[in-house]
């Protein structure tokens, strides 16, 4: 799933090991290697929570890219 690897894309820039993200999510680091490696998907909680400390939106963790690309903020209006 695009996902999984757009979330260790987004950690690793931030500079972040799993550790450390995963204590961020109140997770174990096997929870969260799980999501990251693709043997457990992330429910729509999690999605809200990782784009919170990764800086980013849905759509980015996804891959979509283009004329269905919203702000987070856009959501709400």
């Known amino acids: 799933m695009e996902c999984i690897v757009k979330?260790?894309?987004f950690r690793e820039?931030?500079?972040l090991n799993q550790r450390?993200?995963?204590k961020l999510m109140k997770m174990s680091q096997v929870?969260?290697?799980f999501?990251?490696?693709g043997k457990s998907q992330p429910n729509a909680k999690q999605i809200l929570k990782f784009?919170?400390?990764l800086k980013c939106t849905p759509n980015d963790?996804?891959?979509i890219k283009g004329i269905h690309s919203v702000w987070m903020d856009d959501?709400?209006?």
Request: charge should be negative.
């Open 20 to 22: 450390e993200i995963a």
């Open 75 to 77: 959501l709400d209006r």
């Open 7 to 9: 979330l260790k894309e």
């Open 31 to 33: 929870n969260y290697h």
């Open 35 to 37: 999501l990251e490696t």
């Open 51 to 53: 784009c919170e400390i």
């Open 13 to 15: 820039h931030l500079g």
């Open 61 to 63: 963790l996804f891959g």
